[in-house]
């Protein structure tokens, strides 16, 4: 599993009915995207949720490597390239994925992290793990990731809710469209 996201945080002016509107128009376009585990279309609106800016910030979790870069490669991507100017993708290599018992995502909770300095590399990521196995059995979770960028060396930890997510700390994001063509391929549990 593999995890990515990319954020374009817009002017405190902008109207997000265009982005609603992007989304209801092309958010389909990816319901049946082979080797996409799920992408969550989410935003934020500044003033709502605590958030201090308005953002479109998809995230994905990708089954494979080949969907993902044809993804970026293959024309997927070039339309936010094309109408917002090319933003930074960032990636993280899967370290767990949980199904809850939530039916219908609205909410997504999103929470970055460094990895502690000092200590075993083991003990960081299987506190991440065990982060998405409690998230996931939470009330109204639809599901819950954990993930890590060895290059900045940070966890990520993504979770889906039915309601307003539980206070974990992190940035609270509403989901406009959920695809989600392999997300029962998405492996389950821990990722080694």
């Known amino acids: 599993m593999h995890a990515m996201q990319y954020e374009l945080t817009l002017p405190a002016g902008y109207d997000m009915g265009i982005i609603r509107d992007r989304v209801a128009r092309r958010g389909h376009l990816l319901d049946d995207w082979d080797g996409l585990g799920l992408k969550a279309y989410l935003i934020r609106e500044r003033g709502l949720r605590g958030s201090p ?40 290599t899967g370290l767990a994925y949980e199904e809850g018992k939530g039916s219908h995502a609205r909410f997504a909770l999103r929470r970055r992290q460094p990895v502690p300095d000092g200590g075993l590399l083991a003990d960081a990521v299987e506190a991440a793990v065990d982060e998405a196995r409690r998230l996931a059995v939470a009330d109204g979770a639809l599901l819950a990731a954990a993930a890590v960028d060895t290059g900045r060396w940070e966890l990520v930890h993504f979770s889906l809710w039915e309601q307003d997510p539980p206070q974990a700390g992190g940035e609270v994001f509403e989901v406009l469209h959920l695809s989600a063509p392999g997300r029962d391929l998405l492996p389950r549990g821990r990722q080694w």
């Open 53 to 92: 800016v308005n953002q479109y910030a998809p995230f994905y979790l990708w089954n494979t490597v080949a969907g993902m870069n044809a993804f970026l490669w293959g024309g997927g991507f070039q339309g936010v390239g094309d109408d917002f100017g090319r933003p930074s993708a960032r990636q993280w």
